[in-house]
């Protein structure tokens, strides 16, 4: 038996369909391709990213929900992204009415005033489908978010500002509160974790972080991040803190496979315990890192037991045949 439609009837069957996806949906992957496939944390690869007026789009909605006690959602929200020429690296939701947070953060969902997020470049599609993303966005939030993007790209995944590229598994996300808590999650969508980082709770430096409570960080290095003619031979890694620091405890971790020299003796604290030295020993033309705590390692940590905020330090020796600057004397802290 063939069934026959009438036209108002096929019409009914096909509103649905036509609904379903909006017309003006936009794939952010096709506009901002990427041919990355895995990360990067090499901090001399790190990338120079830019954002305008053209960089703004309008969602639908917006839902990251990790595990069973992860979720960040938003309804309709404006959307910033960050770009270098490897494709997107981070992104801005400005939800036009509150989203919600619910993690282990806090025993209530919160309401969400803004989310950054940090992401590997092949993954926007993912993060953002393209069913959700409909149309340019409010071309006025430009500056504001470009100060929030500068405000938070030191927060994670780069060197001096400029992007790195975390592992399509891995994502930063960092919603600021309506009550004004800065809220830092470690997310790892393979197993299905979300790392809540409080060193960067705004509320509680609002409200009750003092001085001795605030995490120590870095504040100086010698070579200075991203120097890029080092002279090569023995010279001193100097590394000052924010305040003082516990005897006798650190952590001079690898930025990637035999990113760092040999020590030539064991790092030290000056008698101000605010500068670390770690005496080595540089090869000419190579590129040194280190990670200054990491997510695992947090021996560097204030007389009162509070890690340092991560931060990574990398730099590149002179060739043999360059001058170089002169090498670092040895003095007292500053």
Same mark, same amino acid.
């Given at each position: 038996?063939?069934?026959?439609?009438?036209?108002?009837?096929?019409?009914?069957?096909?509103?649905?369909?036509?609904?379903?996806?909006?017309?003006?949906?936009?794939?952010?992957?096709?506009?901002?391709?990427?041919?990355?496939?895995?990360?990067?944390?090499?901090?001399?690869?790190?990338?120079?990213?830019?954002?305008?007026?053209?960089?703004?789009?309008?969602?639908?909605?917006?839902?990251?929900?990790?595990?069973?006690?992860?979720?960040?959602?938003?309804?309709?929200?404006?959307?910033?992204?960050?770009?270098?020429?490897?494709?997107?690296?981070?992104?801005?939701?400005?939800?036009?009415?509150?989203?919600?947070?619910?993690?282990?953060?806090?025993?209530?969902?919160?309401?969400?005033?803004?989310?950054?997020?940090?992401?590997?470049?092949?993954?926007?599609?993912?993060?953002?489908?393209?069913?959700?993303?409909?149309?340019?966005?409010?071309?006025?939030?430009?500056?504001?978010?470009?100060?929030?993007?500068?405000?938070? $790209?030191? #927060?994670?995944?780069? !060197? &001096?500002?400029?992007?790195?590229? @975390?592992? *399509?598994?891995?994502?930063? /996300?960092?919603?600021?509160?309506?009550?004004?808590?800065?809220?830092?999650?470690?997310?790892?969508?393979?197993?299905?974790?979300?790392?809540?980082?409080?060193?960067?709770?705004?509320?509680?430096?609002?409200?009750?972080?003092?001085?001795?409570?605030?995490?120590?960080?870095? $504040?100086? #290095?010698?070579?200075? !991040? &991203?120097?890029?003619?080092?002279? @090569?031979? *023995?010279?001193?890694?100097? /590394?000052?803190?924010?305040?003082?620091?516990?005897?006798?405890?650190?952590?001079?971790?690898?930025?990637?496979?035999?990113?760092?020299?040999?020590?030539?003796?064991?790092?030290?604290?000056?008698?101000?315990?605010?500068?670390?030295?770690?005496?080595?020993?540089?090869?000419?033309?190579? #590129?040194?890192?280190?990670?200054?705590?990491?997510?695992?390692?947090?021996?560097?940590?204030?007389?009162?037991?509070?890690?340092?905020?991560?931060?990574?330090?990398?730099?590149?020796?002179?060739?043999?045949?360059?001058?170089?600057?002169?090498?670092?004397?040895?003095?007292?802290?500053?």
């Amino acid at each position: 038996m063939k069934t026959k439609f009438t036209p108002g009837g096929l019409l009914a069957v096909l509103m649905p369909v036509m609904l379903a996806t909006p017309v003006f949906a936009i794939d952010l992957l096709q506009q901002y391709p990427t041919s990355l496939t895995a990360g990067d944390d090499n901090g001399s690869h790190a990338r120079a990213w830019e954002f305008s007026a053209a960089d703004i789009y309008q969602v639908a909605r917006f839902e990251l929900k990790v595990g069973d006690g992860f979720k960040v959602a938003t309804g309709a929200a404006d959307l910033g992204i960050g770009h270098c020429a490897d494709g997107a690296v981070w992104a801005v939701v400005i939800p036009h009415e509150p989203g919600t947070l619910t993690s282990t953060a806090s025993k209530e969902p919160e309401g969400v005033a803004h989310v950054w997020l940090r992401f590997h470049p092949g993954q926007i599609d993912k993060v953002f489908p393209p069913e959700t993303v409909l149309a340019a966005g409010n071309l006025n939030l430009t500056n504001v978010i470009r100060h929030i993007a500068n405000g938070k $790209i030191h #927060t994670s995944w780069q !060197a &001096g500002g400029k992007a790195m590229i @975390p592992e *399509p598994k891995d994502l930063t /996300v960092y919603p600021d509160t309506k009550a004004g808590a800065h809220r830092f999650f470690i997310v790892d969508t393979a197993a299905q974790t979300a790392e809540y980082v409080a060193a960067f709770d705004a509320e509680s430096a609002t409200n009750s972080m003092t001085w001795e409570s605030a995490p120590p960080v870095v $504040i100086r #290095t010698v070579p200075e !991040a &991203g120097a890029n003619n080092v002279p @090569p031979g *023995p010279t001193e890694i100097r /590394v000052t803190f924010s305040k003082e620091m516990a005897d006798g405890s650190w952590s001079w971790c690898n930025a990637w496979e035999n990113s760092t020299p040999a020590d030539e003796e064991t790092p030290k604290y000056e008698a101000d315990h605010i500068t670390c030295v770690c005496k080595v020993k540089l090869e000419p033309g190579k #590129t040194y890192g280190y990670w200054l705590n990491t997510k695992s390692y947090r021996n560097f940590k204030d007389k009162d037991g509070h890690p340092a905020v991560p931060y990574l330090l990398t730099f590149k020796t002179a060739t043999n045949g360059q001058s170089g600057q002169p090498a670092p004397k040895t003095g007292g802290g500053q």
